[in-house]
Structures are given as C-alpha cells and as structure tokens.
C-alpha cells in the first residue's frame, strides 16, 4: 500500500485544508490521467459517503491497483500527489524537513533564533563566509565581522561542507552558547563564544527623505507575521507633518499566504480580499473596516509581473 504522506501534512499543518475526501478524489484524478483511465461509476459519491481516513485511504489504494499503477514507485506516487495537490490547496504545498518547517515557524513570528549572520560559501577557503551581521544580534555583539571564514563551529571543521549543513550546525535551542573558529582577512585564528538569541529581523525600513517632509517612503523587505506591527509602529512615529506614506513593495521577498491575507488586511478598506475553502465550503475573506494609515493618503508601488 501507498503512504500519502502529503495528505496527512495538508490535514495536519494548512492552516484552512480542503476536505479529505476532496484530497482523495484529486488524487485518483492525478492517477486516472496518468493512465488515460476513467473513474469508476459512482465514485465521488462513494468517497463522499466515507468519514473515517482509514477508509478512504483503503479506498484509495484499491483505486490506484484497479487503475493500474501498483507497479509505480513511491517516490513517483508522492511526486504525482503533491503536483496535483498543489493546484487544489489554498496557497499550495511544499515539502520540507522538521528542521526547516522549525525555522519557518520561527520566520514567520519574527522570532528567528540564531546569532545574527548572513554566509555564503568561500571558494577559495572551501568554508562559511560571513557576508553580513545583523545589526543589535549576538553576532555583533561578539565581535564577529563580515568576511569571517569561519573554520569550526563546536569543534567541527567546516571545510568542504555544505552551508546548508554549516548553518544546521549553528542554529540551535535560544539561550544556548556556539563556540565558533574564526579569521578575518590577514589575521590570525581566533575562538569565539555567542549566544543564540532571537534575531532582531527589520522587514520595513523608514527611508530618509531629505526634501519632501510632508511623504515618508517605507520600503518592505519581506512579508512576516510581524510586519504590520511594524508598519503601524513607524506610522504612529511619524510627524503630523506627514500627510502621504509611500509603501514601496518591489524589494519584497517571501509570500506566505497568511502573512500576506493579514497585510492586505491592514492595508485595505471594507471588501473582499479573496475566498477560502474550508471543509464546508468556500466562503469570502473580508477584510476589516479601516486602515493601518489613518487619515493619511496612502501610496503604493510595485513592480508590475512580481508574483510575491
């Protein structure tokens, strides 16, 4: 039998998941294609009519032998799967390890734990190379500069090793010490202690402006769960003098769907936003009454093709 392990994590983790009977039935559609087959008669009904998971997964891999793919690997099963259920999910699906769905939920709070680097790998050393250090992070706080290679972390030597690996290496639980092996250009070895701690990540910046005091230009880097607190504390900050606040989106980065829908919120009058299905049924996203902007004229750019 087929592990549809991609069904589960839909069920589990989305945060507004189709029905499983949907699911199921998008499923045997994706296999039908796949083998210029029909359905069966009737079998939207049956699978409609079966509320208990075991049941509809027996259904479904009797379906998937009847139609005459039992012989297909799992590998290509799940492949087939998540291409369908890309198309039929809100938002669509993405596959991805504990450690990596760790670090998005801490993203997407604006509670990314970690020391406070940006890295690349170095040729020429074959290691880590810190490209930048965030400001107010332990990193900076520890003395750590950008165009460090950094040879060991905890003792392990970072020579020709994956940075995706590197960086595994380096996050870890809040509060917990790194001990990093570091040299900077034309310097000698050195060891390091830093903390782990919540980075303090910026998705807005407040950009000077030099001649027009009656605008501010707020540009947004990425979209987070944090990013209209933000955008409301540099609103609220501003002068009276302000009467037009630009809201430049063409350096924005990331798309998580809840974000966005909380963002488009902020930013938008009474209306409908888009639509959700749910297990019963599709209903509007409405966004709230008012604006993050208050009296002042709003102002937005963007850059026209950017599916962000």
């Given at each position: 039998?087929?592990?549809?392990?991609?069904?589960?994590?839909?069920?589990?983790?989305?945060?507004?998941?189709?029905?499983?009977?949907?699911?199921?039935?998008?499923?045997?559609?994706?296999?039908?294609?796949?083998?210029?087959r029909?359905?069966a008669?009737?079998?939207?009904?049956?699978?409609?009519?079966?509320?208990?998971a075991?049941?509809?997964?027996?259904?479904?891999?009797?379906?998937?032998?009847?139609?005459?793919?039992?012989?297909?690997?799992?590998?290509?099963?799940?492949?087939?799967?998540?291409?369908?259920?890309?198309?039929?999910?809100?938002?669509?699906?993405?596959?991805v390890?504990?450690?990596?769905?760790?670090?998005?939920?801490?993203?997407?709070?604006?509670?990314?734990?970690?020391?406070?680097?940006?890295?690349?790998?170095?040729?020429?050393?074959?290691?880590?190379?810190?490209?930048?250090?965030?400001?107010?992070?332990?990193?900076?706080?520890?003395?750590?500069?950008?165009?460090?290679i950094?040879?060991s972390?905890?003792?392990?030597?970072?020579?020709?090793?994956?940075?995706?690996?590197?960086?595994?290496?380096?996050?870890?639980?809040e509060?917990?010490?790194?001990?990093?092996?570091?040299?900077?250009?034309?310097?000698?070895?050195?060891d390091?202690?830093?903390?782990?701690?919540?980075?303090?990540?910026?998705?807005?910046?407040?950009?000077?402006?030099?001649?027009?005091?009656?605008?501010?230009?707020?540009?947004?880097?990425?979209?987070?769960?944090?990013?209209?607190?933000?955008?409301?504390?540099?609103?609220?900050?501003?002068?009276?003098?302000?009467?037009?606040?630009?809201?430049d989106?063409?350096?924005?980065?990331?798309?998580?769907?809840?974000?966005?829908?909380?963002?488009?919120?902020?930013?938008?009058?009474?209306?409908?936003?888009g639509?959700?299905?749910?297990?019963?049924?599709v209903?509007?996203l409405?966004?709230?009454?008012?604006?993050?902007?208050?009296?002042?004229?709003?102002?937005?750019?963007?850059?026209?093709?950017?599916?962000?």
């Amino acid at each position: 039998m087929y592990n549809f392990i991609e069904i589960e994590a839909v069920m589990e983790r989305h945060i507004e998941p189709p029905t499983w009977q949907r699911l199921v039935l998008e499923v045997l559609r994706t296999v039908a294609e796949t083998t210029h087959r029909r359905l069966a008669l009737g079998l939207s009904s049956r699978i409609s009519s079966l509320g208990d998971a075991d049941a509809l997964y027996e259904l479904l891999n009797d379906e998937v032998v009847r139609l005459g793919l039992n012989g297909q690997s799992a590998e290509w099963m799940n492949a087939a799967v998540l291409e369908r259920l890309n198309h039929v999910v809100p938002g669509g699906v993405r596959i991805v390890s504990q450690s990596e769905y760790a670090v998005e939920e801490q993203l997407a709070a604006n509670r990314y734990v970690g020391i406070g680097v940006q890295a690349s790998m170095d040729r020429e050393a074959e290691r880590m190379k810190f490209m930048k250090i965030v400001e107010g992070g332990t990193a900076e706080a520890a003395g750590l500069h950008a165009g460090d290679i950094v040879e060991s972390v905890d003792g392990k030597d970072t020579r020709k090793v994956p940075l995706g690996e590197v960086f595994q290496w380096i996050r870890g639980p809040e509060e917990s010490v790194i001990r990093l092996t570091v040299r900077s250009p034309g310097a000698e070895s050195r060891d390091v202690e830093v903390v782990r701690r919540v980075v303090p990540l910026k998705t807005l910046n407040l950009v000077p402006q030099n001649k027009n005091e009656a605008a501010a230009l707020i540009r947004l880097d990425f979209v987070s769960a944090s990013s209209v607190h933000e955008l409301r504390m540099i609103i609220e900050e501003l002068p009276e003098s302000v009467t037009t606040v630009i809201l430049d989106l063409r350096h924005s980065q990331d798309g998580n769907l809840r974000n966005l829908n909380l963002l488009a919120d902020a930013l938008l009058e009474e209306g409908e936003l888009g639509r959700i299905e749910t297990r019963s049924g599709v209903r509007p996203l409405v966004a709230e009454g008012g604006t993050i902007f208050g009296t002042r004229q709003p102002v937005l750019v963007y850059q026209p093709g950017n599916s962000e």
